[in-house]
Nanobody, 117 residues
Framework: QVQLVESGGGLVQPGGSLRLSCAAS????????MGWYRQAPGKQRELVAA???????NYADIVKGRFTISRDNAKNTVYLQMNSLEPEDTAVYYC???????????WGQGTQVTVSS
């Protein structure tokens, strides 16, 4: 079971930027898909962005053009660069990993992102 540790969350003003990091305990080249999800109080957890082992990325429509997911294989780390942040982006952001052929995925503990003036 891969361990995932998120970091980089915090308080940012509307229009600002933040970069989240997800550090994995093993070679992320062996993980089929790594993704970022978020959950606000009273709302469903939703996919924000995902990236595959061959570097193909996809995004939720609401964050397209503002967020960028990337990976650094040498550091076993996946990043989420968030620009033009809005109060609606406020949520706990979770990293997720899915191995090929695995039924279950692994989750990090989450990192809080608060967008407020």
């Amino acid at each position: 079971q891969v361990q995932l540790v998120e970091s980089g969350g915090g308080l940012v003003q509307p229009g600002g930027s933040l970069r989240l990091s997800c550090a994995a305990s093993e070679d992320i080249r062996n993980i089929a898909v790594m993704g970022w999800y978020r959950q606000a109080p009273g709302k469903q957890r939703e996919l924000v962005a995902a990236i595959t082992s061959d570097d193909s990325a996809n995004y939720a429509d609401i964050v397209k053009g503002r967020f960028t997911i990337s990976r650094d294989n040498a550091k076993n780390t996946v990043y989420l660069q968030m620009n033009s942040l809005e109060p609606e982006d406020t949520a706990v952001y979770y990293c997720n990993a899915r191995r090929r052929w695995a039924l279950n995925t692994n989750w990090g503990q989450g990192t809080q992102v608060t967008v407020s003036s």
